[in-house]
């Protein structure tokens, strides 16, 4: 089991996206789903050579396919993981839902401080 947990609120961390994980139903997800805690920081991996989307992230849980960040968000978390930390967390996870609505995560990053 992931361990990693977020800290709701952390004031050094911001919300880059949310949304519903992409392509959940020609991948892993339900094998996975029991271990799967909302909190749980799930892993993002560039697939630059995707034939679909050359920004595509892959989510992947403890080295499982789960989909992808929808290719509206793509080019800017692919962005953002070329420059610093960058974290998805799973916000609500409900397998009785519709397969595009059973994995709902965010994306966060470091917040900027102009100080």
């Given at each position: 089991?992931?361990?990693?947990?977020?800290?709701?609120?952390?004031?050094?961390?911001?919300?880059?996206?949310?949304?519903?994980?992409?392509?959940?139903?020609?991948?892993?997800l339900?094998?996975?789903?029991?271990?799967?805690?909302?909190?749980?920081?799930?892993?993002?991996?560039?697939?630059?050579?995707?034939?679909?989307?050359?920004?595509?992230?892959?989510?992947?849980?403890?080295?499982?396919?789960?989909?992808?960040?929808?290719?509206?968000?793509s080019?800017?978390?692919?962005?953002?993981?070329?420059?610093?930390?960058?974290?998805?967390?799973?916000?609500?996870?409900?397998?009785?839902k519709?397969?595009?609505?059973?994995?709902?995560?965010?994306?966060?990053?470091?917040?900027?401080?102009?100080?």
């Amino acid at each position: 089991m992931n361990e990693k947990q977020v800290i709701e609120n952390d004031p050094k961390m911001e919300i880059l996206a949310s949304f519903f994980v992409a392509g959940v139903q020609f991948h892993e997800l339900r094998t996975v789903s029991a271990e799967i805690k909302e909190g749980a920081i799930l892993d993002l991996v560039l697939e630059p050579t995707n034939k679909y989307d050359p920004n595509a992230v892959r989510i992947e849980y403890e080295g499982t396919m789960l989909g992808y960040v929808p290719k509206k968000f793509s080019s800017t978390v692919a962005g953002n993981l070329t420059v610093g930390p960058v974290l998805c967390h799973v916000k609500t996870i409900n397998m009785n839902k519709k397969t595009y609505e059973q994995l709902f995560v965010e994306i966060l990053v470091e917040a900027y401080n102009e100080s």
